[in-house]
């Protein structure tokens, strides 16, 4: 059974980092696509960053390039967003989902979604 497990949210100050851990079991980190999502209230979820290992390439949205960076650690099966120069706009419950097959880029997979998604994790950006 594929299991998600996101964690690492909280209250921040703006300006301020965050590490989001998500936890995957039931599958390894072989050939697979990852990614971080986020739904503020009343607005639709947008794809933050996602990774394929079918082209490698990592893809970061416009409102995070520069500021968020999505890693992995495959022997953990372990993946991880670290969230840097945070702001209130970053105030989402944040999700964690999985491919267990990539056929697509990273950037399809942030833009349509993924087939498994773990519980999201709040994190709240204080002005």
């Known amino acids: 059974e594929v299991q998600l497990q996101a964690s690492g949210g909280g209250l921040v100050q703006a300006g301020g980092s965050l590490r989001l851990s998500c936890a995957a079991s039931g599958f390894t980190f072989d050939d697979y696509a990852i990614g971080w999502f986020r739904q503020a209230p009343g607005k639709e979820r947008e794809g933050v960053s996602c990774?394929?290992?079918?082209?490698?390439?990592?893809y970061y949205a416009d409102s995070v390039k520069g500021r968020f960076a999505i890693s992995s650690d495959n022997a953990k099966n372990t993946a991880y967003l670290q969230m840097n120069s945070l702001k209130p706009e970053d105030t989402a419950v944040y999700y964690c989902?999985?491919?267990?097959?990539?056929?697509?880029?990273?950037?399809?997979?942030?833009?349509?979604?993924?087939?498994?998604w773990g519980k999201g994790t709040l994190v709240t950006v204080s002005s």
């Open positions: 990774i394929s290992s079918s082209d490698g390439r990592t």
């Open positions: 989902a999985a491919n267990l097959v990539a056929y697509y880029s990273g950037r399809y997979y942030c833009r349509y979604g993924m087939d498994y």
